[in-house]
């Protein structure tokens, strides 16, 4: 394992994941599935009634619930309002109305993550505690933080703090599809269908989303990053955060820090050196 650090920052420095929570979020709702408290092809969702019964589990995942939104960070756009206004968010997600079919329409939604961990609450019985019972306690992340809404719902699309050694840890729980010190905690294969790009009907806007992370394959099978192997999947946070997990390769690299100006991170390549040097 390497590390570096800048200055004022160590291993034990919680940091924003920011849109990194939203592949933890997948994690949990791994965790509830295989209690069987949960299934990704639930629909009827209590808070999706009438004309949004169709709307699943996976959709919310996928982001592809065909709920109205705008991701746009300016007064007034539903990600503004969901996070600056709303004492419950996941009550605000779902007064939405439909835009597209469940299903058709890729979206990116911090709306649908949060609405999801609703849903995920009141399917398990808990709010605020369901990340540190179900996911983080377990792992032995103590230090790892999920701020809640006025509402008591953990804020599930964006407010995930941990150290980076901490996010390093989810990175190789997913590596590892689930199975941590010898125990299964997710359904086998949810990794590798969590990370598998379905086509959507009428217009994917996200380039190899899956469920919850971010892809190197595309659905028709093309790479996003040719430099990476196909298998590459990658949490990403707003201002530059990064979790890339390579399972061809045995690899999770975390990238923390902030640069929301930057037009080239070159975490890309930052993966591919590492991959360079270990071969």
């Known amino acids: 394992m390497g590390e570096r650090y800048a200055d004022g920052f160590t291993a034990d420095t919680p940091q924003l994941g920011w849109s990194m929570s939203k592949s933890v979020t997948n994690l949990l709702a791994g965790r509830l599935a295989l209690e069987g408290t949960v299934a990704p092809q639930d629909h009827d969702l209590p808070q999706l009634p009438g004309d949004k019964a169709a709307i699943t589990v996976d959709d919310l995942m996928r982001m592809t619930s065909g709920l109205s939104w705008d991701e746009t960070y300016d007064l007034g756009t539903p990600i503004t309002r969901m996070l600056f206004m709303e004492p419950d968010m996941g009550s605000y997600v779902a007064s939405l109305p439909v835009a597209h079919a469940p299903g058709a329409y890729q979206q990116y939604s911090s709306g649908s993550t949060t609405l999801l961990c609703d849903v995920l609450g009141e399917k398990a019985g808990a ?12 792992l032995g992340l103590s230090r790892a933080t999920w701020e809640p809404d006025a509402s008591g719902t953990p804020v599930c699309g964006s407010y995930l703090w941990a150290t980076p050694r901490e996010w390093a840890t989810i990175g190789w729980f997913a590596l590892n599809d689930g199975v941590w010190n010898g125990r299964r905690m997710l359904p086998e294969g949810w990794m590798a269908r969590s990370t598998t790009a379905e086509p959507v009907e009428q217009t994917q806007e996200d380039e190899g989303y899956g469920a919850g992370w971010w892809l190197n394959t595309r659905p028709d099978g093309s790479p996003v990053a040719p430099g990476l192997p ?7 946070g707003h201002d530059g955060q990064r979790v890339y997990v390579v399972p061809s390769e045995g690899l ?11 037009d080239d991170l070159r975490t890309d390549a930052l993966v591919a050196d590492v991959i360079a040097a270990l071969r």
């Open 127 to 138: 709010k605020a505690d369901l990340p540190r019972r179900e996911l983080l306690a377990p």
């Open 230 to 236: 196909a298998d590459a999947y990658r949490a990403v």
């Open 252 to 262: 999770v690299v975390v990238r923390m820090g902030f640069s929301p100006s930057a």
